[in-house]
T-cell receptor
Framework: DAKTTQPTSMDCAEGRAANLPCNHS???????VYWYRQIHSQGPQYIIHGLKNNETNEMASLIITEDRKSSTLILPHATLRDTAVYYCIAHSNSGYALNFGKGTSLLVTP | DSGVTQTPKHLITATGQRVTLRCSPR?????VYWYQQSLDQGLQFLIQ???????AKGNILERFSAQQFPDLHSELNLSSLELGDSALYFC??????????????FGPGTRLTVL
């Protein structure tokens, strides 16, 4: 899997949009961009994934640049329960393990 | 609720002992993955089983072993436990169907404390 780079930590005010960036400049054509989050000591939770088109689901939106070298996860209206570590993972659909990095620790404040 | 279950939730044992962690995957998922998360190491992949067969190994110690049974549940066996084995152990499952996206879903984890 391609290496991803994320900021160590970010803050966001409750009710505002949280925009979490991820750099994956060496991503290959068959690798998807996956986002997971882990709320303190709970199991990682799948959020969203995409290949090259922007994606949206009930949890978040994923914006992938045209050259696929970076992406942004958007939580449109952050709540306190969104405080978590967010992991961006470049992963092919080969059915093998995920390579979690250090992720971004997002703190949502009142 | 991811649909993946793990038992027990907590386990406290002594050094040198052996324990077994159990995981039931989501209905229909063929792959089971085991990950370890300790304070200073982040989430580390240990081992993967696919439809009863070992498929991939990560940073798994020789003291650790796993298996996947015909009903697709999996067990992770940890033996000769050391203080450093204290960690959260997560199981994940995925469909692993050819030509389909293979999202992994994680269980709530087992917290192992070795005293």
């Amino acid at each position: 899997d391609a290496k991803t780079t994320q900021p160590t930590s970010m803050d966001c005010a409750e009710g505002r949009a949280a925009n979490l960036p991820c750099n994956h400049s060496t991503i290959s054509g068959n690798e998807y961009v996956y986002w997971y989050r882990q709320i303190h000591s709970q199991g990682p939770q799948y959020i969203i994934h995409g290949l090259k088109n922007n994606e949206t689901n009930e949890m978040a939106s994923l914006i992938i640049t045209e050259d696929r070298k970076s992406s942004t996860l958007i939580l449109p209206h952050a709540t306190l329960r969104d405080t978590a570590v967010y992991y961006c993972i470049a992963h092919s659909n080969s059915g093998y393990a995920l390579n979690f990095g250090k992720g971004t620790s997002l703190l949502v404040t009142p | 609720d991811s649909g993946v279950t793990q038992t027990p939730k907590h386990l406290i044992t002594a050094t040198g002992q052996r324990v077994t962690l159990r995981c039931s995957p989501r209905s229909g998922d063929l792959s089971v993955y085991w990950y370890q998360q300790s304070l200073d190491q982040g989430l580390q992949f240990l081992i993967q089983y696919y439809n009863g067969e070992e498929r991939a190994k990560g940073n798994i110690l020789e003291r650790f072993s796993a298996q996947q049974f015909p009903d697709l549940h999996s067990e992770l066996n940890l033996s000769s436990l050391e203080l450093g084995d204290s960690a959260l152990y997560f199981c994940a499952s995925s469909p692993s169907l050819a030509g389909d996206t293979d999202t992994q879903y994680f269980g709530p984890g087992t917290r192992l404390t070795v005293l």
